[in-house]
Structure formats: C-alpha cells, structure tokens
Nanobody, 120 residues
Framework: VQLQAYGGGLVQAGGSLRLSCTAS????????MGWYRRAPGKQRELVAAITTYGRTEYVDSVKGRFTISRDNAKNTVYLQMNSLKPEDTAVYSC???????????????WGQGTLVTVSS
C-alpha cells in the first residue's frame, strides 16, 4: 500500500492550502482517515480525523479554520486549511486504517509527510 500526500508549501499568514492524500493498493475498504502534524520542537498531534461515514473531529486549535473531508471512491482524504497562522507550520502526515482484500481486519498506515510553512 502507498499513501501519497500532496499540497504542502509556503504560504503567508491568513492564506489557505489544501492537502490531499490518496491510498493505493489492493484495498477493500478504509475506516478512519486523518491528518497529524509535528511542529519543530513539539510532539506530533492529531489535527483532524474522519470516519467512513463522515464523522469528524478536530484539535481545538484548528476548529473553524480547517476542514477534513474524504472521497471514498478515490480512497482520498483532504485537509482544507484556511486562515493559516505561523503556529500551523509543521510537517503534516496522513493516516488511513486500511482493510485489504481477503483480510478481516484493518491496519493503520502512514503517508510521507508534507511540509507546511506559514510566514508571518
């Protein structure tokens, strides 16, 4: 399986970016998907998560600014980030709980990180 993330970059404070992450392989289904981030000198934190049926959760610091969504047909999760702040600067990584064809359980996979830098 491969999780490929796209969309990071450099943006000014107040700007927007959209991250996307697509899972590929012999996938039967994907349960929870999410985005984590690790800022310099800080621990990794869960930014947002979404269930198969669209239930979402967010860390308090991004509520009202970030929106997580998914396209189950494309095995893709998105993170729309608006009103970005310098403190949002971090490496963002996607995760997916994947059930493969012929497998009766899910395993959590991580995508490679994508750097988001917000300048003041």
């Amino acid at each position: 399986v491969q999780l490929q993330a796209y969309g990071g970059g450099l943006v000014q404070a107040g700007g927007s970016l959209r991250l996307s992450c697509t899972a590929s392989g012999t996938i039967f289904s994907i349960n929870d998907m999410g985005w984590y981030r690790r800022a310099p000198g800080k621990q990794r934190e869960l930014v947002a998560a979404i269930t198969t049926y669209g239930r979402t959760e967010y860390v308090d610091s991004v509520k009202g600014r970030f929106t997580i969504s998914r396209d189950n047909a494309k095995n893709t999760v998105y993170l729309q980030m608006n009103s970005l702040k310098p403190e949002d600067t971090a490496v963002y990584s996607c995760t997916a709980d994947i059930v493969f064809l012929g497998q009766g359980w899910s395993d959590k996979y991580w995508g490679q990180g994508t750097l988001v830098t917000v300048s003041s």
